[in-house]
């Protein structure tokens, strides 16, 4: 299986904009069912991270992991709070 070296991209997390170096395997991106396909990765601070990954390869965007928890967290409130409301 070969690996491929994605673009680096600067971590969001970090007030310095670390850049993060994250190597995937080829099939995961090429095989994928969906785009982009979701990658994680940690910075050098050990900042979890979200990549997403086009079919070429490309880093389309970056969040830190606890943010996207975080939206995740909020759309399950918010659902929770409309059913309540009946």
């Known amino acids: ?27 995961k991106i090429t095989h994928a069912k969906r ?9 050098s601070k050990s900042h979890s991270l979200v990549a997403f990954v086009d079919a070429n390869f490309q880093v389309r965007d970056v969040e830190s992991a606890t943010e996207a928890t975080e939206e995740e967290k909020d759309a399950t409130d918010k659902a929770v709070g409309y059913f309540e409301s009946f």
């Open 1 to 27: 299986m070969a690996k491929i070296k994605l673009k680096p991209f600067a971590c969001p997390a970090c007030k310095e904009s670390t850049l993060v170096y994250v190597e995937v395997e080829e099939q």
């Open 35 to 43: 785009y982009p396909v979701i990658v994680t990765a940690k910075c």
